[in-house]
T-cell receptor, first 113, second 112 residues
Framework: DAGVTQSPTHLIKTRGQQVTLRCSPK?????VSWYQQALGQGPQFIFQ???????QRGNFPDRFSGHQFPNYSSELNVNALWLGDSALYLC????????????FGQGTRLTVV | KQEVTQIPAALSVPEGENLVLNCSFTDSAIYNLQWFRQDPGKGLTSLLLIQSSQREQTSGRLNASLDKSSGRSTLYIAASQPGDSATYLCAVSGDSWGKLQFGAGTQVVVTP
């Protein structure tokens, strides 16, 4: 059983560009959450998708947007990148009917130059 | 607003010693609490999940306790090994949807 998979693992972008990160949830999971982790800090919640709708959102600007597909996979889009967006982006999946236990992917390391 | 704190930020112990990692949270109305392990530059590995109605959970050498009324959880790792070196994060969820509020983590080094 494949766990949560994210792609790509690393990427480098220039300020002002746009980026799309992808996540495939663990088999049987229907909820996907995205987190941003700066160096030396705990992950910060960006937003959560369930039934192809954004269900909850953290304190992130509208430059951060997402999508969930019918197969439960998800994308995170960030527009107008700036240096402060450099971070490890983590995807977590969970099953809506099971205690909210979250499983994480290996992350995407985004560097903005 | 929920705040999660982990003290100490870093810890170094000799191999074989027991590890005690602390996590505190300000709002006791949590749904569950999870402990994670993170290796440098990697994702998070779930270690233990404690539901709000539980007092503790155990898995192998790991034991986590939860005291909701005092806003504390403790992760015990028995007989530490160099392979236990990593950053340990605790996170609380306020509902079953799974949105997590994390602490900053405790970086653990186990020396041979």
């Amino acid at each position: 059983d494949a766990g949560v998979t994210q792609s790509p693992t690393h990427l480098i972008k220039t300020r002002g560009q746009q980026v799309t990160l992808r996540c495939s949830p663990k088999s049987g999971h229907d909820t996907v959450s995205w987190y941003q982790q700066a160096l030396g800090q705990g992950p910060q919640f960006i937003f959560q998708y369930y039934e192809e709708e954004e269900r909850q959102r953290g304190n992130f600007p509208d430059r951060f947007s997402g999508h969930q597909f019918p197969n439960y996979s998800s994308e995170l889009n960030v527009n107008a990148l700036w240096l402060g967006d450099s971070a490890l982006y983590l995807c977590a999946s969970s099953f809506s009917g099971r205690y909210g236990e979250a499983f994480f992917g290996q992350g995407t390391r985004l560097t903005v130059v | 607003k929920q705040e999660v704190t982990q003290i100490p930020a870093a810890l170094s112990v000799p191999e074989g010693e027991n590890l005690v990692l602390n996590c505190s949270f300000t709002d006791s109305a949590i749904y569950n609490l999870q402990w994670f392990r993170q290796d440098p530059g990697k994702g998070l590995t779930s270690l233990l999940l404690i539901q709000s109605s539980q007092r503790e959970q155990t898995s192998g050498r790991l034991n986590a306790s939860l005291d909701k009324s005092s806003g504390r959880s403790t992760l015990y790792i028995a007989a530490s090994q160099p392979g236990d070196s990593a950053t340990y994060l605790c996170a609380v969820s306020g509902d079953s949807w799974g949105k997590l509020q994390f602490g900053a983590g405790t970086q653990v080094v186990v020396t041979p």
